[in-house]
């Protein structure tokens, strides 16, 4: 499986941004998620959603970010709402041939290349 993120750019703090993923190669009943990673942070959980649609989001992005999927078109995308400057970091999707949602890196198996989000004050 192959993961291609797009999406990111430079913001204000307020702004909204949407995030996609597009990826090749099978992803039915996986679980697809996002992740990010801050300059000198880990890589953190931001969101997942499983091939049913359960979805689960890290505490800092709850009622601001909404992940969605189309099975349909092998995508997944990640509506980033009320940016905050923390949320500046690089933007990852990933894809786990799991059943359950896992906010662990190693859980995934399949990484896209990541995607720039810079939110300014």
């Known amino acids: 499986v192959q993961l291609q993120a797009s999406g990111g750019g430079l913001v204000q703090a307020g702004d909204s941004l949407k995030l996609s993923c597009a990826a090749s190669g099978r992803t039915s009943r996986t679980v697809m998620g996002w992740f990010r990673q801050a300059p000198g942070k880990e890589r953190e959980f931001v969101a997942a959603?499983?091939?049913?649609?359960?979805?689960d989001y890290a505490e800092p992005v709850k009622g601001r970010f909404n992940i969605s999927r189309d099975n349909a078109k092998n995508s997944v995308h990640l509506q980033m709402n009320n940016l905050k400057p923390e949320d500046t970091a690089v933007y990852y999707c990933?894809?786990?041939?799991?059943?359950?949602?896992?906010?662990?890196?190693?859980?995934?198996?399949?990484w896209g290349q990541g995607t720039l989000v810079t939110v300014s004050s």
């Open positions: 959603i499983s091939w049913v649609g359960g979805r």
């Open positions: 990933a894809v786990d041939y799991g059943i359950r949602i896992s906010h662990r890196p190693t859980s995934y198996n399949y």
